[in-house]
């Protein structure tokens, strides 16, 4: 049960020059004639902030819902600490430890908060249709400390206000913190969040940014994020990727992709003079 | 005035018999988000299995159990089998299916059993209990079960962590597989349900209409109605749906002049077309909204 605890891997220092923690492996992709991904190669190491950028349709979400397993790519390999992901059904992902957040939220709509968290620890859980049924001693035990950490996570998220509300009757930026906190109940190594800061007011953008560098260290959770808020991903992440029409155009620090004439072009449209 | 109470009554009685269909129907729609209508099909078969338990020496409550184990298995099999692999099909598939299927089990049933009426026992016998022809013992029994049915529905979807996964699995599948529940299984589990349901339903209404392959005909209709003025989305709705339409039926047929019992079907259906017109989701029903 050591695996429900909140803080079990904080502390054990991420060390850089390991093995990456996801390798991206030209990773390529295609509906019909469409190349949604072609030849996407890049690592994140443990302990790190990704940002992925790019404009509309770059391929973004296409590449979060193979990391998920909701998608399948044509060719290349995702592997996660060593080991690929690609023979994995995505009822397993949130097991292995990848745990996502959607763009347009995807929560358990007419169920309250709590329930909604409370789905998040089903990976963490051992249980089959008769022992559930019969309500067994051990799953008992195992449904008091769900309900233990699911607490724990709903005060880290400052949602105890809302815990027994439906998900639907609440704004955007609370049911964002709802589907982080479902995300952060599979005790998740890496978190893979779509859009965060998408429909957030800009005070709400400052405090996720500090949020998700708190959960980063106070849970030791390696994130790759999706964003279109430029400062929040320059001013949170580690390294950045940018990707353009499928293609990764650049990668490095936010300092250096910032820069890169790639990157303006694919933001700002070619130079015709 | 005692006219109006004894109507009320037996439309209670009948009412249970809905509640019972109109459970099962629920208890499916929540699952797949269709109407399934071999669901009535699917009940009557359950209870010649019952029928055929009992005719080989088994007590009443052995075959009732037994009977709810192969209906159980039963609904699994027929999710597995028939609708996983065309689980991505258009919703017309899925009625040409459930059509298919109706006509295939009602005839299978009468090429087994023949289409001859049989008597169907009543573990709680047919004494009256509140006045001669107002109550009988098997309509409080079938209340009775009614209502324990629908306690252990709500227990195990609010109290088990499997019935939370199914209650997420309708909600949003991709994001229940992402959580690490195998959105399949729990269709399939709901689809073992609902024909343990119906089973109940069947053999608690056998009693009351006989046994014969067509029995289930109107009574899923009244169900329908039921789960509809209910709303589709709430088994404790679709409860009181069935009780509802039992009643107004019963007082309609007593109390609206020239309006003999040749018309009371139609009340059904009118019922589904009022509710669909001015609350399409039902009186306790959700309005499910999708932001565009």
């Known amino acids: ?273 | 005035m005692d006219l109006f109470i004894h109507q009320v009554l037996a439309g209670l009685a009948t009412g249970a018999i809905y509640a019972c269909m109109a459970l099962a129907v629920v208890m499916i729609y929540q699952a797949i988000d269709h109407f399934n209508f071999a669901q009535g099909e699917m009940a009557m078969f359950s209870t010649f299995i019952a029928w055929q338990l009992m005719q080989w020496g088994f007590p009443y409550w052995a075959a009732f159990f037994v009977t709810i184990g192969i209906s159980f298995a039963a609904g699994v099999l027929i999710e597995r089998a028939i609708f996983r692999p065309i689980h991505d099909a258009p919703i017309l598939s899925h009625v040409v299916i459930f059509i298919a299927l109706f006509v295939i089990i009602n005839s299978f049933a009468g090429f087994i059993w023949e289409f001859t009426i049989k008597a169907f026992p009543s573990p709680f016998g047919t004494k009256p209990v509140l006045g001669e022809g107002l109550l009988s013992a098997h309509d409080a029994g079938m209340m009775a079960v009614v209502g324990i049915v629908l306690l252990l529905l709500y227990g195990f979807f609010r109290y088990t962590r499997i019935g939370l996964a199914m209650r997420a699995a309708a909600a949003n599948p991709d994001s229940a597989k992402l959580v690490g529940v195998r959105v399949g299984w729990m269709l399939a589990l709901g689809w073992g349900m609902a024909a343990a349901i119906g089973a109940v339903a069947g053999m608690m209404i056998a009693p009351v209409v006989f046994l014969e392959p067509n029995m289930m005909l109107s009574i899923l209709l009244y169900g329908f109605a039921g789960a509809v003025v209910g709303g589709l989305t709430s088994p404790v709705g679709a409860v009181l749906g069935g009780f509802s339409v039992g009643v107004v039926e019963n007082l309609a047929g007593t109390f609206i002049p020239y309006f003999g019992s040749e018309m009371k079907l139609s009340i059904a259906l009118a019922l589904i077309v009022a509710v669909l017109m001015v609350r399409p989701s039902g009186i306790f029903g959700r309005k499910v909204v999708t932001r565009v």
Request: glycine share 8%.
């Open chain 1, 1 to 273: 049960m050591t695996s429900l605890t909140l803080q079990s891997r904080a502390q054990s220092a991420p060390s850089r020059a390991a093995a990456p923690l996801l390798a991206v492996d030209n990773v390529g992709l295609r509906f019909g004639g469409i190349v949604a991904l072609d030849g996407i190669s890049f690592e994140q190491h443990e302990g790190q902030i990704l940002g992925l950028i790019g404009p509309n349709g770059a391929g973004k979400t296409t590449l979060f819902n193979c990391l998920s397993r909701l998608y399948t790519p044509d060719r290349g390999d995702i592997r996660f600490t060593g080991k690929t992901i690609l023979s994995q059904p995505a009822h397993k992902i949130a097991g292995i430890g990848i745990s996502r957040t959607f763009q347009n939220l995807a929560l358990f709509q007419h169920m309250n908060v709590f329930d909604n968290i409370r789905v998040g620890f089903h990976s963490t859980t051992k249980s089959n249709y008769l022992s559930d049924a019969l309500n067994l001693g051990g799953v008992r035990r195992q449904d008091e400390e769900i309900e233990y950490v699911a607490w724990t996570l709903i005060d880290y998220l400052g949602l105890r206000a809302d815990s027994k509300r439906i998900v639907t009757d609440l704004p955007v930026g609370t049911r964002k913190r709802v589907e982080l906190a479902r995300a952060l109940a599979a005790n998740p190594r890496l978190l893979l969040l779509d859009e965060p800061a998408g429909g957030l007011n800009h005070h709400e953008v400052e405090h996720l940014g500090e949020l998700i560098q708190q959960i980063r260290a106070d849970r030791n959770v390696t994130v790759l994020l999706v964003e279109h808020h430029m400062s929040l991903v320059m001013s949170i992440s580690d390294k950045v990727v940018a990707l353009d029409f499928g293609r990764k155009i650049a990668e490095g620090t936010p300092a250096e992709v910032q820069n890169d004439p790639d990157v303006i072009r694919a933001y700002l449209g070619t130079d015709r003079k």
